[in-house]
């Protein structure tokens, strides 16, 4: 069932790696509906630092045309024949790494797709599905208990966010959180307690980066407590005596319920800098600049 789709579409294009100036608004066909897919008209597309990786070509040839963007959110316009599960007209949030969230509309298998939770926007909704996942992977993994401490190593970024959050209000953890001075205050409102020179006894640690003051601060976390990180973080953190356990963002449908289970009916104080997509080169000029706390959005439409 299909609401009228245009033929085309405004999408951000790659033709080749480059600064955030490779970027190129292009008029593009928008993509087809395929079987067990919905096409979405995106509200808003996240920008992570996957894309930048991409982008720079760190991660492979840029093929003339590219889409980036792998999560956002929007409004479904068309589902394939076979799909039950979602309507036309449902607000949803998507993560998918086919990519193409920089566009006015994506086709995405709807194994990827969930309905947003009431009480958030599609701002805050669009700029979390990929870190979220990733961050509720990660504190699932760890198997805390009510009570217990987590130190969470880059607590203000877009995965350190969720962890603190998530680890705090679903798992009731307590959270000591790393991040600049200035961040303190949104750690804060997190649920997480910025981490000082006295901090010690973690039960385990989520790392969403590596750095020098990492291995003082795992020094004083319990012994074999486990060091958990998605992949992608390097140098891998890996400690004689702490297991490691390395993860990923899981995408499949289960990951989408249990994270809107997690959420439940709370709101989420994330930090969102926020793009008109006309000014995707600015988004990505600020995202190479660093120290983004929570995560930047681009406005679709
Ligand atoms: N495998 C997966 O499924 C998956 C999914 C998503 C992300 N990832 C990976 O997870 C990592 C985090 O992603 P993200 O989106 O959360 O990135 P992000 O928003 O850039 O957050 C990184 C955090 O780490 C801090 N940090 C960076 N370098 C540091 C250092 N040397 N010492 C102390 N703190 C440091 C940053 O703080 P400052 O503000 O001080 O810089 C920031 O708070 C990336 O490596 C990404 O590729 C993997």
Redesign the pocket.
Known sequence: MASSLPTTMKAAVLDKAGPPEAFQLKSVPVPPLTRGHVVIALDYASV???DV?QRTGEWGVVKPGTILGADGSGIVVAVAPNVTRLRVGERVYSYSYESGFYAEYISVAADRVERVPDQLNQQIAGAMP??AL?AH?GVQALKMTPGQTLLV?????????FAVWLAAHESDVKVIG???AD?FDYLRALGGEPATDSSEGFDAVLA???????PPLVSRAKTRAAVA??????PEPKFDGHPSVP???KMTRGAFESLNKAIGDRTIPLRVEEFPFDDIVDAHRRIDR????G?IVLRIR
Do not use: M, Q
């Open positions: 992570g630092i996957w990786k990929c870190v990733t992977s190593f880059g607590a203000t970024g877009g995965v350190g966010s790393t991040a600049r961040a969403t980066a590596n750095g020098e003051t990492l990180y998605p992949n992608g973080v390097e993860f990923d963002g660093g120290h983004v706390e995560k």
